[in-house]
């Protein structure tokens, strides 16, 4: 039952709307109107430099490999998790979350303790002249490691929520595994894995802390776009710099829209997630 309190309704409604617009619409605004504030030209000459461009690739490239990674496994494990019971379980779903709790620069910080020159595998990756640390593959690594639990955490409730009722009547009639997983479950949850997808990406591209600890901001080499964003302010090149930060802010946006796109027409099959 909805009460209604119209005194106290549009008290509570204005707040919110002034708290939005405070942190949310007026940073975006100001985000967007420096970088367009000296004109088109101005805003695309940036954008078309050597080191620009460099850290657009890196950032798309460690997004194209870490959020098809998270995908597996957060498809791996939600079916897991839901399907079976096994030893072991809570503490699975434990780690799967610790990510959401931990503190991004700890996430890079990991990588280096483990792969740095004075890490635990230091000394043995040098010898056989591997690169993980200041490269992509620590980039991807720590971008990995922070957007772990997106995916995962998007598909445990809906799965658990189906059941396993329609996989046990694959598997009776005579379905293999995989041909379970690929006609029965994909088809349940697709839209779901879509949805957790598109944060995954999000969070993957616009990782700021973790990816700021293994990279050495090299400029060119290893600076993803965020990093690119602060390097350039950084030199007071705030034209570059808020036209980059308008790419990741764009970015958000269609996230937005595509995350409401999905709720609006697939809210079936999403809902189970919010009653978790």
Not at 44 to 55: C, G, V, Y
Not at 166 to 175: S, Y
Not at 176 to 189: Q, S
Request: aromatic share 10%; proline share 4%; net charge neutral.
């Amino acid at each position: 039952m909805t009460v209604r309190l119209p005194g106290v309704g549009a008290l509570f409604l204005a707040l919110t709307v002034a708290v939005l617009g405070v942190l949310i619409v007026l940073p975006l605004g100001v985000v967007f109107q420096q970088a367009f504030a000296k004109g088109l030209d101005a805003y695309l000459e940036p954008l078309s430099q050597p080191d620009a461009r460099a850290a657009i690739r890196l950032t798309l490239t460690v997004a194209a490999i870490s959020v098809p990674l998270n995908a597996l496994f957060g498809g791996a494990a939600a079916w897991a998790i839901a399907k079976f019971e096994f030893w072991g379980k809570s503490l699975l779903v434990t780690f799967i979350d610790l990510p959401f709790s931990m503190s991004p620069v700890v996430s890079g910080l990991v990588w280096v303790l483990l792969f740095g020159a004075q890490g635990w595998f230091g000394e043995w990756l040098l010898d056989h002249d591997i690169k993980i640390i200041f490269a992509t593959s620590g980039l991807v690594l720590a971008t990995v490691l922070v957007t772990l639990p997106f995916v995962a955490r998007e598909l445990i409730p809906l799965m658990q929520d189906q059941g396993s009722d329609e996989e046990a009547a694959a598997l009776t009639l005579g379905a293999g595994g995989w041909t379970t997983f690929w006609r029965v479950t994909l088809p349940n949850i697709r839209w779901a894995l879509l949805y957790g997808v598109l944060l995954c990406n999000a969070r993957a591209m616009g990782e700021f802390g973790a990816v700021s600890v293994v990279s050495g901001s090299v400029r060119g080499l290893t600076t993803t776009l965020p990093l690119h964003v602060e390097v350039l302010y950084n030199d007071y090149e705030f034209v570059g710099a808020f036209a980059a930060a308008s790419l990741l802010a764009g970015l958000g946006l269609v996230t937005l829209v595509l995350k409401t796109v999905l709720e609006w027409r697939h809210s079936g099959e999403l809902s189970a997630r919010r009653r978790h």
